[in-house]
């Protein structure tokens, strides 16, 4: 089993719609959840953090953290062309560092 | 955040050789880390590096083969030794700052 799992996609979006994407975790000992994005032949770039149950809002962006269902979510709202990209769900362990990647959602916003 | 000049950005070399990326951070950081990123997947943790003590590998990555050092708070060495066309991917090296990593621009490698 995959220690964090997100659906590859790619997902289509018009502009100007929201966003989801999704990611599950296997660790229950997991307390912090990232979201990263990464453009085409780009580095990663953190976008979000959250590590408690509820939402979190940063601009348009809002993470959800479900601890109970290992689920964390991304959702960004009025998308636009510039947020096509690959966004990776990420999850630190335990209180430790090591963080472990989802394998990334891929967005397409179309315009 | 950091700035963090990774370098070289690409390089081709030849079966057998070896290759040394550089990482330089702006700021003084405990914790330096080493991924690998093969195309169109995920990041995989090779190292953890941390300035005064041996660096921390991940299952499946052994120091013989990707020797790593870590001389002051503010820059690391990653070698990718006798290279085989497997270990064509990017490198990238990232820093622990607040609650996330912040990653250099990555080292595009290929190996003929």
């Known amino acids: 089993q995959k220690e964090v799992e997100q659906n590859s996609g790619p997902l289509s979006v018009p502009e100007g719609a929201i966003a989801s994407l999704n990611c599950t975790y296997s660790?229950?000992?997991?307390?912090?959840f990232f979201w990263y994005r990464q453009y085409s032949g780009k580095s990663p770039e953190l976008i979000m953090f959250?590590?408690?149950?509820g939402d979190k809002e940063d601009g348009r962006f809002t993470a959800q953290l479900n601890k109970a269902s290992q689920y964390v979510s991304l959702l960004i709202r009025d998308s636009q062309p510039s947020d096509s990209a690959t966004y990776l769900c990420?999850?630190?362990?335990?209180?430790?560092?090591?963080?472990?990647f989802g394998a990334g959602t891929r967005l397409f916003v179309k315009a | 955040s950091a700035v963090i000049s990774q370098k070289p950005s690409r390089d081709i070399c030849q079966r057998g050789t070896s290759l040394t990326i550089q990482c330089q951070v702006d700021s003084q950081v405990t914790m330096m880390f080493w991924y690998r990123q093969q195309p169109g997947q995920s990041l995989t943790l090779i190292a953890t590096a941390n300035q005064g003590s041996e660096a921390t590998y991940e299952s499946g990555f052994v120091i013989d083969k990707f020797p790593i050092s870590r001389p002051n708070l503010t820059f690391s060495t990653l070698t990718v030794s006798n290279m085989s066309p497997e270990d064509s991917s990017i490198y990238l090296c990232?820093?622990?700052?607040?609650?996330?990593?912040?990653f250099g621009a990555g080292t595009r490698l290929s190996v003929l």
């Open positions: 990420a999850v630190n362990s335990g209180g430790g560092f090591k963080t472990i």
């Open positions: 990232s820093v622990q700052e607040g609650f996330g990593q912040y």
């Open positions: 959250i590590y408690s149950n």
């Open positions: 660790d229950r000992g997991s307390q912090s």
